[in-house]
């Protein structure tokens, strides 16, 4: 039971990711279709007001600032802004992920999580592309911040890694220790 | 074989950071000439690639500077900037450093990565001259990134310190607990 459970767990924190990511998409689309149709008031209301905020918040959550450099000649640090909030996120799931179930499902549920996200997003893009025009949404708009969020996972990697391969060998080694101490 | 990698790991990693750091200094000197003779005016694709280089690393490497603008009444959490994208990535080394060679060559590994940072950027400032300090293109000289990014470091081996003793506490009480 206990071991069925675990299994599970994964693909639990597979479907988390993709909603997270399903719920700002879905939350963006319905923003810029609000603010790009008339009568372009539905985001002056507090419910618009409040969804902004979740926006926000996600967005900053998922993917931070782009990291595209700015057009202008002068490139001033604060131009490129912060860092994303999910960074912490990604390792210590990567790390959780690599020591429950090992390195190829681990990369099984970070790749599907991935994947249906993009997938997903894109789909939701393309049926309200055709349901209004394509310039309330425009191509690739709506699959932005999974993206870069895709990207930060993989980036995110190294550093789980790191952090995985170097508490194994604290563990080994306390083992061995004890070991010696009651030989 | 695998020892002798794990043995070598260290010295990659020293040149590694170190090359990303002159990878930066390299793409942003060029960048700033660029800008200088004129060869970037229309934003050429080499231009394109080379400031898409030097933004991304110096954002990797050391972040926005945490200065507040003092031109602006208000701080906006812009103005302050955000945290580095390294921040992470020092932690998870520093772990794995303190792991497998213990402290004294964790912090040999790390002071040749910054001091060979710090120097070749230093060495590419003096190469390139003043003219690439021009206020209209950046008044900060190619040693900046170097160094705030080592001022990343050393604050950052403080989470890096308690993970490593807080996991290393916690397997020794394994440990025990199975022993006993």
């Not at chain 2, 060495?123 to 001259?129: E, H, I, K």
Request: proline residues 4%; glycine residues 8%.
């Amino acid at each position: 039971m206990k071991s069925k459970k675990r299994a599970v767990g994964g693909w639990i924190f597979a479907f988390v990711f993709v909603a997270v990511q399903l719920l700002y998409c879905a939350l963006d689309l319905w923003r810029k279709v609000s603010m790009r149709t008339p009568p372009f008031d539905d985001i002056e209301t507090p419910i618009g007001e409040m969804i902004d905020q979740v926006i926000a918040f996600l967005r900053h959550f998922l993917a931070g600032p782009s990291l595209v450099s700015s057009p202008s000649e002068t490139l001033v640090p604060r131009e490129i802004g912060g860092a994303c909030l999910i960074g912490l996120f990604v390792v210590a799931a990567s790390v959780w992920l690599l020591s429950r179930y090992g390195w190829k499902r681990t990369y099984l549920y970070w790749g599907a999580a991935l994947a249906l996200s993009l997938l997903l997003c894109n789909i939701m893009g393309n049926v309200v592309a055709s349901r209004f025009s394509s310039l309330v949404i425009f191509p690739w708009e709506s699959i932005e911040v999974a993206r870069r969020s895709a990207g930060y996972v993989l980036l995110y990697q190294i550093p789980a890694w790191f952090l995985y391969t170097g508490l194994r060998k604290i563990f080994r080694d306390a083992g061995e220790d004890e070991r010696a101490k009651t030989e | 074989m695998k020892k002798n990698i794990t043995q070598k790991a260290g010295w990659i990693f020293v040149g590694s950071f170190a090359g990303l750091h002159l990878l930066q200094g390299l793409a942003e000197m060029a960048r700033r000439q660029m800008v200088l003779s004129g060869s970037a005016e229309g934003s050429s694709m080499v231009y394109q690639i080379l400031e898409q280089i030097s933004t991304f690393l110096r954002y990797f490497l050391a972040g926005p500077s945490l200065k507040a603008d003092p031109l602006t009444p208000k701080i906006w959490p812009r103005d302050i900037g955000g945290a580095t994208l390294i921040g992470l990535f020092v932690v998870a080394v520093t772990v794995w450093l303190l792991a497998h060679y213990g402290w004294k060559r964790t912090y040999l590994y790390w002071g040749a990565a910054l001091a060979l940072s710090i120097a070749l950027c230093f060495a590419l400032d003096l190469m390139a001259g003043s003219g690439i300090s021009d206020p209209a293109i950046g008044s900060k000289n190619l040693a900046e990134v170097p160094l705030r990014c080592a001022g990343y470091v050393i604050f950052y081996q403080i989470p890096a310190w308690l993970l490593y003793e807080g996991s290393r506490y916690l397997a020794r009480n394994i440990q025990k607990e199975r022993e006993g």
